[in-house]
T-cell receptor, first 111, second 112 residues
Framework: DSGVTQTPKHLITATGQRVTLRCSPRSGDLSVYWYQQSLDQGLQFLIQ???????AKGNILERFSAQQFPDLHSELNLSSLELGDSALYFC??????????FGPGTRLTVL | GQQLNQSPQSMFIQEGEDVSMNCTSSSIFNTWLWYKQDPGEGPVLLIA?????ELTSNGRLTAQFGITRKDSFLNISASIPSDVGIYFCAGATNFGNEKLTFGTGTRLTIIP
C-alpha cells in the first residue's frame, strides 16, 4: 500500500459526459501528479500540482482539468468524454522530489 | 508524447534465472527510476538513481545509471514467481519540475 488513495476504482460512463476522479496523497506529500495509461500509449504524464499550485503540464487535453485543494487532495475533471478517453488514470504523490508513489488507479470506461 | 525505449519488450524465463533489461533515450536525463506494475495495480517504485554511473541495489534487484545519462539498466537475480509483472523505467530532467517520462515497459513472465 503506497498510502495514495484514489476513488472511484471503476467508472463507466457514456460519451459526452463529465466525470471527476479524486486522489488523496500520502500524508506529508505536497506534490500530486496525474497520469493516463492506455494500452497503446503507456503511462503519459498529464499534470502536476505542488501545494495547490500548478507546477507542470504534460499532454493534457483542453477537455481535462485538475485542481489541488487546501487539504492537498486533488481532483481530475474529464469532460465531453470520448471513446478514446477510456484508460487507467493514476495519481501519484511525492514530497516534492522525483520519487513518486502511485495510487491504485481509476479505470474509466467510456461507452 | 515522448517515451523511453525499453528492451526487451517481453521476457519468458524460468524460475531461478537472472534477468536483464534496459532503457534508452535520445535525450539526457538527470534521474532514472525503475517501477514494477502488477495487473490492475499502480506502479511501485523499486529503485531511484541520481548520478551518472551510479549502481544501486534493492534486494535481488540492481539498477545502473548509464554513463552517457541516456540509458539505464535493471537486473534481477534468481527470479521468483512474484517477480512477474511489467517493469517500467522513468527519466526526469529535474528542470524546475518533477515530470517523469516513462518507458514502454518490459513484461516479465515466468514459465513453470
Amino acid at each position: 500500500d503506497s498510502g495514495v488513495t484514489q476513488t472511484p476504482k471503476h467508472l463507466i460512463t457514456a460519451t459526452g459526459q463529465r466525470v471527476t476522479l479524486r486522489c488523496s496523497p500520502r500524508s506529508g506529500d505536497l506534490s500530486v501528479y496525474w497520469y493516463q495509461q492506455s494500452l497503446d500509449q503507456g503511462l503519459q504524464f498529464l499534470i502536476q500540482y505542488y501545494n495547490g499550485e500548478e507546477r507542470a503540464k504534460g499532454n493534457i487535453l483542453e477537455r481535462f482539468s485538475a485542481q489541488q485543494f487546501p487539504d492537498l487532495h486533488s481532483e481530475l475533471n474529464l469532460s465531453s468524454l470520448e471513446l478514446g478517453d477510456s484508460a487507467l488514470y493514476f495519481c501519484a504523490s511525492s514530497v516534492g522530489n522525483l520519487e513518486q508513489f502511485f495510487g491504485p488507479g481509476t479505470r474509466l470506461t467510456v461507452l | 508524447g515522448q517515451q523511453l525505449n525499453q528492451s526487451p519488450q517481453s521476457m519468458f524465463i524460468q524460475e531461478g534465472e537472472d534477468v536483464s533489461m534496459n532503457c534508452t533515450s535520445s535525450s539526457i536525463f538527470n534521474t532514472w527510476l525503475w517501477y514494477k506494475q502488477d495487473p490492475g495495480e499502480g506502479p511501485v517504485l523499486l529503485i531511484a538513481l541520481y548520478k551518472a554511473g551510479e549502481l544501486t541495489s534493492n534486494g535481488r534487484l540492481t539498477a545502473q545509471f548509464g554513463i552517457t545519462r541516456k540509458d539505464s539498466f535493471l537486473n534481477i537475480s534468481a527470479s521468483i514467481p512474484s517477480d512477474v509483472g511489467i517493469y517500467f523505467c522513468a527519466g526526469a530532467t529535474n528542470f524546475g519540475n518533477e515530470k517523469l517520462t516513462f518507458g514502454t515497459g518490459t513484461r516479465l513472465t515466468i514459465i513453470p
